[in-house]
């Protein structure tokens, strides 16, 4: 059974591609194939998207690959949803579980004719909570940066309004193309602004390149960045030195649970199994937990709706997570009760395994720093439900029409022909 992931080897996330394909294949190989569902083991094929595009990516997957699980659909998934609907329709096929997938609005998903079941939330929520974090130390003015990428975007826009709601003056917004070797003339003007806080939306090392660059401009400031700071190219472009300039760097995310038998049991896994814990970083990486624990919750719903079919499948996705049933916390724990014909409450390392409506994963939004030896420090919580009223109000959601044709974010659905598959 194939498992195609839209994956990032080339350009604006191309350093990402290993490090990703690893969240994804650790539990493939090391759990999940161990007792696969329904009899039927995973092959994870990769399927690059940068140079081709999401759309054309996603084609290949289905039709050469023949996949029934396409894993992160993602900032492209706009100008191909109208082709993917009516492929879902007449196959009722692929599953669809995201870890990118924040940028699609959270009224699309959850259902069988729309399969999509988020890891990590939205990206509004991500940019709202590096403006709250800001809130929470005091921060007056701030400087939002962002590279020209859909996802940053929505995640600038959302952390621009999030810094309103509480308070906080955007001095300046400054939005840039990604992919540049240079952002001093940007750097300068961050330091001539002197916030309280830069609130960043923008890839690793290109991020780097600007903190760097604004050291070299004089200025040392509180730099709040996103999820994709974590990865290990971006504290190499840093380095220790580049955080030690500087009053703070860190990034908002999601927490994880380690005070769960799940944790106790990914954890060491993860970091005793060569060519993970010893390559790609630790455990406690966002990417590597919530990619853990979206796959063990996709087989576990396969298992339960008895089939590879999207209509069986995402109503099973609810019925595995949010219970009620016997709660269980790993793998094969929760496959033998459902093969048991007990009803579970899987509960993972992300959470309680819960999913809304549209299928965004019931996640704690965190602030994590990074020391000055270019270290992790612990990660800060946020007040949920501070949380929760901010997002309620600058979430965005798509409006559909009576053939399901959706627009959102100002955007018609099909503006960028060129990112469609190809016929």
């Known amino acids: 059974m194939v498992v195609c992931e839209l994956a990032y080897y080339t350009g604006e996330f191309g350093s990402y591609g290993p490090f990703l394909t690893a969240s994804l294949s650790f539990p493939i190989d090391n759990v999940i194939n161990v007792d696969p569902p329904l009899g039927r083991t995973w092959d994870l094929i990769s399927e690059d998207i940068g140079t081709v595009g999401e759309g054309q990516a996603a084609r290949t997957c289905l039709e050469r690959h023949e996949a029934e699980i396409l894993v992160s659909p993602a900032h492209g998934y706009r100008p191909y949803r109208s082709w993917l609907q009516e492929w879902l329709g007449e196959n009722d096929s692929p599953l669809m579980p995201t870890v990118h997938g924040g940028t699609i609005p959270g009224n699309l998903g959850g259902t069988g004719s ?19 974090y800001a809130d929470s130390v005091g921060a007056k003015t701030a400087v939002i940066f962002a590279t020209q990428v859909e996802g940053f975007q929505i995640a600038a826009t959302a952390a621009e309004l999030a810094a309103d709601a509480v308070g906080i003056e955007v001095l300046e917004r400054i939005d840039v193309p ?10 300068e003007r961050i330091a001539d602004l002197a916030p309280d806080a830069v609130i960043v939306q923008a890839g690793g090392v290109e991020s780097a390149t600007l903190i760097n660059e604004a050291s070299e401009a004089g200025a040392s400031l509180n730099w709040i960045g996103e999820t994709g700071w974590v990865i290990p190219e971006f504290m190499a472009a840093l380095g220790g030195d580049g955080v030690a300039a500087q009053q703070s760097v860190g990034f908002a995310a999601f927490a994880y649970n380690d005070a769960t038998p799940a944790w106790d049991f990914y954890s060491p896994l993860w970091e005793s199994t060569p060519g993970y814990g010893d390559t790609h970083g630790e455990a406690s990486d966002q990417y590597h937990f919530s990619a853990y624990d979206l796959l063990v919750h996709t087989a576990l719903a396969v298992e339960k709706a008895g089939s590879y079919n999207a209509s069986d499948w995402a ?5 595995v997570g949010d219970g009620p049933g ?4 790993t793998y094969a724990d929760c496959l033998a009760l459902i093969r048991a014909g007990e009803d579970v409450d899987y509960e993972g390392v992300t959470g309680p395994g819960s999913y809304s409506e549209g299928g965004v994963n019931a996640v ?22 501070r949380a929760l009223e901010i997002i309620d109000l600058i979430a965005i959601e798509a409006e559909c029409d009576a053939n399901n044709e959706c627009d959102w974010g100002g955007a018609p659905a099909e503006a960028d022909d060129s990112a469609a598959p190809a016929e």
Do not use: H, K
């Open 326 to 329: 016997t709660v269980c916390y």
């Open 315 to 319: 109503p099973a996705m609810f019925e």
């Open 178 to 187: 990604a992919e540049q070797p240079s952002y001093r003339a940007e750097a």
């Open 364 to 385: 704690i939004q965190s602030y994590t720093p990074y020391n000055d030896d270019g270290t992790l420090g612990e990660a800060v919580l946020l007040d949920a439900d």
């Open 114 to 132: 729309e399969p999509i079941f988020r890891a990590q939330g939205l990206d509004e929520a991500l940019g709202m909570t590096g403006s709250l």
